[in-house]
């Protein structure tokens, strides 16, 4: 079946914009994930989400990053006046109890690139 | 938050046999041991988990002492195509988003 999957996979901006991520998690995945990546480093807690709601925001680097999701499926990620220490991957999983008789096992999609020049 | 400690890198040669052990000592009683392979831009990937003693799969086995505060990865019989970050986490569904990923370990696999 089909995977994560983001878009864009790339993105470049100028510092000062606004960027949206976008994650499609598997269907019928209730937990949601969003790290980050920076190059050469691991992953970086951004934000889970159970469902729609989002019971632990505590990763996101500052208030001009934020995350939604709806009808407990698609989930953005917002970053506004992007900064150029925001360049990073940006990698979204998702998970549902139970798969496989495995704990919590994440799918992760391929990530989006994001390039704040 | 349960946190780990595992190598920064290690080198092996294709055709050998790979062991890289984690850390865990503040492991909770629910937690599971799980490790994620990671390639070269690819997403993090599940390679196994445990909970205690061994467990085996057709890539990997997962060793965990009576005490749960370590772990070790054995990847048998290695090749190029295994050059990638490994990652050791522990926590579960219970405690989904205080999972920790780490930095990995880094492992190059030569001919």
């Known amino acids: 079946g089909a995977g994560v999957s983001q878009s864009p996979s790339n993105k470049v901006t100028e510092k000062g914009k606004d960027v949206e991520l976008r994650c499609d998690p598997i269907s019928g995945h209730t937990a949601l994930y969003w790290y980050r990546q920076s190059l050469g480093q691991g992953l970086e807690f951004l934000i889970y989400?159970?469902?729609?709601?989002?019971?632990?925001k505590s990763g996101l680097p500052s208030d001009r990053f934020s995350a939604e999701r709806t009808g407990g499926s698609v989930s953005t990620l917002t970053i506004q006046r992007t900064q150029q220490e925001d360049s990073a991957v940006y990698l979204c999983?998702?998970?549902?109890?139970?798969?496989?008789?495995?704990?919590?096992?994440?799918?992760f999609g391929p990530g989006t690139r994001l390039t704040v020049l | 938050l349960a946190k780990t400690t595992q190598p920064i890198s290690m080198d092996s040669y294709e055709g050998q046999e790979v062991n890289i052990t984690c850390s865990h000592n503040n492991i909770a009683t629910n937690d599971y041991i799980t490790w994620y392979q990671q390639f070269p831009s690819q997403g993090p990937r599940f390679i196994i988990q445990g909970y205690k003693t061994k467990v085996t799969n057709e890539v990997a086995s997962l060793f965990i002492p009576a005490d749960r505060k370590s772990s070790t990865l054995s990847l048998p019989r290695v090749s190029l195509s295994d050059t990638a970050v490994y990652y050791c986490l522990v926590g579960s569904e219970s405690s989904a988003s205080k999972i920790i990923f780490g930095s990995g370990t880094r492992l190059s696999i030569r001919p």
């Open positions: 989400f159970q469902g729609n709601s989002a019971p632990d």
């Open positions: 999983a998702s998970s549902i109890p139970g798969t496989s008789g495995i704990d919590n096992e994440q799918f």
